[in-house]
């Protein structure tokens, strides 16, 4: 009875003061499909969102869980490295796929100009446009330049050249004032005035703080946009190096080499 009284007291206090109400929102009569009859409404694709479905249906509730990709733990899959068993058979096929490099061997990247379509951080800025094919990329404090949103490179070969692949490095960090970029994509153009898409690629290898996204191309081009999408739950992106490979090393570089890690991404692919 105590206890009654004294919550009674605290609602009654709160409701004096306002605490518990708001403006009011009058929407007029509508009509809303119905996209599932459920209980709980989970909204995520992260190992957070899918225990929390799991504690659910575990207490009896109907649960609906909402991810924006195909698959789920993607907190976690973008970032793990799995290693081979030392007993593992190296010379089978799967094992190939899976633990191959996705860098060219040779790396010698083509040259060119750029031009970015946002200015970058401050904090980390490219001035004099020379950071992003500069071969410096193994310190995200000196080597790297920032944006707070997603940035899209113009780069210019000089040349129509045939191009190969395009190999994209950048730093991540997770947690507090962390760092992340998504998604990378490619588009190919002779003028600079017709675009065409040719690639895009959320797949991703992982050493300490950098990360690399490598898209194999088979085109000619003198143009190339490079857009770099910042991870949404991140304030900022910090790129690199674009590197960008002519088709004649690509081919080369069918015969890659070996490493001792892969990622959740690339055993997905090969199988």
């Known amino acids: 009875m105590k206890q009654m009284k004294i919550g009674q007291v605290i609602a009654a206090s709160m409701l004096a003061g306002g605490l518990l109400w708001g403006a009011d929102v009058v929407e007029s009569a509508k009509q809303l499909p119905l996209v599932q009859d459920t209980d709980v409404v989970v909204v995520g694709g992260s190992s957070g969102a899918v225990a929390a479905a799991q504690k659910a249906a575990a207490s009896g509730a109907k649960v609906f869980l909402v ?58 800025n490219d001035p004099k446009n020379t950071r992003m094919n500069d071969g410096e990329y193994s310190n995200s404090s000196q080597d790297s330049v920032e944006f707070e949103k997603d940035v899209e490179y113009t780069l210019d070969l000089g040349s129509l050249q045939e191009v190969g692949g395009v190999l994209v490095y950048t730093f991540s960090r997770e947690g507090s004032g962390g760092f992340m970029t998504e998604e990378i994509s490619v588009q190919v153009s002779s003028d600079a005035k017709q675009w065409m898409p040719v690639g895009t690629t959320q797949d991703q290898e992982n050493k300490e703080d950098i990360t690399s996204f490598n898209l194999p191309l088979s085109t000619k081009a003198q143009y190339l946009k490079v857009t770099a999408k910042k991870m949404k739950k991140y304030s900022r992106q910090l790129l690199g190096e674009i590197c960008v490979y002519p088709a004649v090393e690509s081919k080369k570089s069918e015969t890659r080499q070996m490493t001792s890690e892969t990622t959740p991404f690339k055993i997905k692919r090969a199988l």
Not at 70 to 84: E, K, Q, S, T
Request: proline residues 7%.
């Open 67 to 124: 991810a924006p990709r195909p698959y789920l733990g993607d907190d976690m899959a973008g970032h793990l490295n799995l290693r081979a068993d030392v007993n593992e058979d190296t010379s089978s096929e799967l094992y190939s796929k899976i633990f191959a490099s996705s860098a060219p061997i040779s790396s010698k990247s083509l040259a060119y100009s750029y031009q970015a379509n946002e200015k970058a951080s401050p904090r980390h």
